[in-house]
């Protein structure tokens, strides 16, 4: 892989500090891009360090100014948004009959609500820019029932769908939208709400074809596929990356 793929590009990370978004900035930043990364862990103003010219802030994207602040950052300090990539996300494993309405409005705010206020500010400076790619970290429960799963799978569908609206509205402007429908992933997203989550995590490496969980850079390496130049036909897409869950 080239390492000017994206050179002249300039992108936002959303959920940078950790996992999936750290490992797309580095992808990103690697390849040439200059970027502007954004989370809600203090962990993210050490990106600069690691990754020379990386914009890094700390935010939050349930807050509708945090969009704005992160789209003007980019046009102010590297001249204008070619990608954004929103992968800042919240899950909750809870059974319907004890989800309650704080809990539904706490995972919509980010999957939903935030990914919303992203694209429409990213829209607006890649409609500027005569085109951009904007790519969306999903999840396989977007197509598939999972159990104790209303909030977070409502959420991603959601985000699903205004991936669709997206690619509708954009293609015109030259600017294509896409999902990655990721499957479990090696992360420690899962920390914060169970006390089981590394053993939680393990029992799901036998349950797709490929007999394991995936790492957050395969993730990172679809989400940049579907930021770049050599996904150029592809938009409003749903694209699997579960290790073959979905395909059973």
Not at 173 to 198: K, M, P, Q, W
Not at 207 to 229: D, K, M, N, T, Y
Request: hydrophobic share 45%.
């Amino acid at each position: 892989m080239t390492s000017a793929e994206f050179a002249g590009k300039v992108a936002i990370v959303t959920g940078a500090a950790r996992g999936v978004g750290k490992e797309t900035v580095r992808l990103l930043h690697r390849r040439g891009a200059r970027v502007v990364a954004l989370d809600q862990r203090q962990e993210v103003k050490e990106l600069p360090v690691e990754f020379p010219g990386v914009h890094s802030f700390l935010d939050d994207v349930t807050d509708e100014a945090a969009a704005q602040r992160a789209v003007r950052a980019a046009v102010e300090v590297f001249g204008g948004l070619d990608i954004l990539v929103s992968n800042a996300g919240r899950s909750l494993n809870k059974p319907i009959t004890e989800t309650t309405a704080q809990d539904w409005d706490a995972v919509m705010a980010v999957n939903a609500r935030g990914s919303f206020f992203f694209a429409r500010e990213a829209f607006r400076a890649m409609r500027e820019r005569g085109g951009g790619a904007i790519v969306s970290t999903g999840s396989y429960v977007c197509t598939v029932g999972m159990p104790e799963g209303a909030a977070y799978a409502a959420s991603k569908g959601a985000l699903a769908q205004l991936t669709k609206v997206l690619a509708v509205e954009g293609g015109p402007l030259g600017i294509r939208a896409n999902l990655v429908a990721a499957g479990v992933i090696e992360t420690d997203f899962l920390d914060t709400f169970r006390s089981d989550s590394r053993a939680y995590l393990a029992s799901f490496a036998g349950a797709q074809p490929l007999g394991r969980v995936a790492q957050p850079e395969e993730i990172a390496e679809v989400l940049c596929f579907l930021a770049s130049p050599r996904s150029s036909f592809i938009t409003g897409a749903v694209v699997p990356a579960d290790g073959g869950f979905t395909a059973m």
